[in-house]
């Protein structure tokens, strides 16, 4: 078995993440009035190809994706029974910040 | 190759005789099926597809999705050529209580959604994205394992996992060919819901195969309802499949498997989304493997 498959666990020494490459997606997610909105589902959409993994939001309403390849993604917020979504490019090893503004207010909905 | 096909909770004997079916002819395709599953009806020949590109039994037939042609139609959602998922009605039933809704919350306190399968009795497997990532702390700080979730109903109860595995690739690089990872249960969870079988098939093996996806999409039901999806598998490479099977995001770590002559064996681990395909990790020998090693652990 080569060293990528090395099995690893989380029961081992400190296991301190090394930083990742790529740019990076992070941002708030807000109700109509302005108020951050908790546990939103956010997930990535892109001609680049995506981890098809979703964040929720967290009380701040904030979220963030990083280790990402240069092309266009969409941002998709699902809250409710709606959805809101935000275009962007990325470029190589940058950060970008947006901010989606949706039309429920910012008290969030109930965990499953 | 019998090496590299593991046993379900399924039928025991019979399984037995479909490992003897793969071994007996490795080089030719497996007669699979899409799953039966009211009000699913696989896509005809209109549908958008990707351009198969040939390839022989050991050479690489693409090197990464973005070296798939799709036409000069660039779209913006993973969901290809239509939406035709559905909803799976009664998630108590074979195979899809093996699936499990992830809840993960990581140790900078911030959660994700994700989707995993039993492959024994305390064993989940995943997506290495779904037990380690990188810029939020490494391995979480514990996942929520809900197998068959059904809205808010959850006809197995659930399960905390605080032991997670993942191959050195993922953890040290975030290479996309090493994606996967396993949950380790303190309760066997998976006694009751039972779990897959899998396998590390050839390339003739899943060439033009019907694979089955099902899994928790965040955009349906905020990733609390199980829907399926099936397609041809289109690609693959010595780590990945490619396939254009609708996914999205909250579906990474589901498994991809096949129906073949009714045993279900799981051959992949989605793990990404984009306009052009979707993705997996392949089960490859070195991947069943360490699957193995995990769910006796």
Same mark, same amino acid.
């Given at each position: 078995?080569?060293?990528?498959?090395?099995?690893?666990?989380?029961?081992?020494?400190?296991?301190?993440?090394?930083?990742?490459?790529?740019?990076?997606?992070?941002?708030?997610?807000?109700?109509?009035?302005?108020?951050?909105?908790?546990?939103?589902?956010?997930?990535?959409?892109?001609?680049?190809?995506?981890?098809?993994?979703?964040?929720?939001?967290?009380?701040?309403?904030?979220?963030?994706?990083?280790?990402?390849?240069?092309?266009?993604?969409?941002?998709?917020?699902?809250?409710?029974?709606?959805?809101?979504?935000?275009?962007?490019?990325?470029?190589?090893?940058?950060?970008?910040?947006?901010?989606?503004?949706?039309?429920?207010?910012?008290?969030?909905?109930?965990?499953? | 190759?019998?090496?590299?096909?593991?046993?379900?909770?399924?039928?025991?004997?019979?399984?037995?005789?479909?490992?003897?079916?793969?071994?007996?002819? @490795?080089?030719?395709?497996?007669?699979?099926?899409?799953?039966?599953?009211?009000?699913?009806?696989?896509?005809?020949?209109?549908?958008?597809?990707?351009?198969?590109?040939?390839?022989?039994?050991?050479?690489?037939?693409?090197?990464?999705?973005?070296?798939?042609?799709?036409?000069?139609?660039?779209?913006?959602?993973?969901?290809?050529?239509?939406?035709?998922?559905?909803?799976?009605?009664?998630?108590?039933?074979?195979?899809?209580?093996?699936?499990?809704?992830?809840?993960?919350?990581?140790?900078?306190?911030?959660?994700?959604?994700?989707?995993?399968?039993?492959?024994?009795?305390?064993?989940?497997?995943?997506?290495?994205?779904?037990?380690?990532?990188?810029?939020?702390?490494?391995? @979480?700080?514990?996942?929520?394992?809900? @197998?068959?979730?059904?809205?808010?109903?959850?006809?197995?109860?659930?399960?905390?996992?605080?032991?997670?595995?993942?191959?050195?690739?993922?953890?040290?690089?975030?290479?996309?060919?090493?994606?996967?990872?396993?949950?380790?249960?303190?309760?066997?969870?998976?006694?009751?819901?039972?779990?897959?079988?899998?396998?590390?098939?050839?390339?003739?093996?899943?060439?033009?195969?019907?694979?089955?996806?099902?899994?928790?999409?965040?955009?349906?039901?905020?990733?609390?309802?199980?829907?399926?999806?099936?397609?041809?598998?289109?690609?693959?490479?010595?780590?990945?499949?490619?396939?254009?099977?609708?996914?999205?995001?909250?579906?990474?770590?589901?498994?991809?498997?096949?129906?073949?002559?009714?045993?279900?064996?799981?051959?992949?681990?989605?793990?990404?989304?984009?306009?052009?395909?979707?993705?997996?990790?392949?089960?490859?020998?070195?991947?069943?493997?360490?699957?193995?090693?995990?769910?006796?652990?």
């Amino acid at each position: 078995m080569s060293d990528e498959h090395r099995s690893r666990s989380s029961e081992d020494a400190d296991e301190t993440p090394k930083a990742v490459s790529g740019a990076a997606i992070s941002g708030v997610v807000r109700g109509a009035s302005g108020a951050p909105l908790r546990n939103a589902l956010v997930s990535l959409d892109s001609d680049a190809g995506v981890r098809d993994i979703a964040q929720k939001t967290g009380d701040d309403g904030t979220f963030r994706f990083a280790n990402l390849r240069a092309g266009r993604y969409v941002v998709n917020v699902h809250h409710g029974g709606g959805s809101s979504q935000a275009h962007l490019t990325v470029d190589e090893q940058q950060e970008h910040e947006v901010t989606i503004t949706t039309k429920e207010e910012g008290h969030g909905h109930e965990d499953v | 190759m019998n090496e590299h096909l593991s046993r379900s909770s399924e039928e025991p004997r019979a399984a037995a005789v479909f490992e003897k079916a793969i071994v007996a002819e @490795p080089a030719q395709p497996l007669a699979t099926a899409v799953e039966d599953v009211p009000g699913y009806q696989k896509p005809g020949q209109g549908t958008a597809r990707l351009r198969v590109i040939a390839g022989d039994e050991k050479g690489i037939l693409v090197r990464d999705a973005a070296d798939v042609a799709f036409g000069n139609r660039l779209l913006m959602e993973s969901v290809i050529g239509g939406d035709d998922r559905v909803a799976i009605r009664d998630t108590r039933q074979l195979p899809w209580r093996f699936i499990c809704a992830l809840r993960m919350h990581m140790r900078d306190g911030s959660d994700f959604v994700g989707t995993g399968w039993f492959i024994g009795e305390k064993t989940v497997m995943t997506a290495g994205h779904c037990v380690f990532v990188h810029d939020h702390g490494g391995f @979480p700080e514990r996942i929520e394992v809900i @197998p068959g979730l059904d809205r808010t109903f959850r006809p197995f109860g659930s399960a905390v996992g605080r032991r997670f595995r993942a191959p050195q690739g993922w953890i040290d690089n975030a290479d996309t060919n090493v994606d996967y990872g396993a949950i380790q249960l303190d309760t066997p969870l998976g006694r009751r819901t039972g779990f897959f079988a899998f396998g590390a098939l050839s390339d003739a093996q899943l060439r033009e195969t019907d694979a089955n996806i099902s899994g928790y999409p965040g955009d349906r039901d905020q990733a609390s309802r199980q829907y399926f999806h099936a397609r041809t598998i289109q690609q693959t490479n010595p780590t990945r499949l490619f396939y254009d099977i609708d996914t999205f995001g909250g579906q990474s770590g589901s498994p991809i498997f096949l129906n073949v002559s009714g045993r279900r064996v799981a051959v992949g681990i989605h793990t990404t989304g984009g306009s052009r395909s979707n993705s997996g990790t392949r089960i490859t020998a070195d991947v069943f493997n360490n699957m193995n090693t995990w769910r006796n652990e």
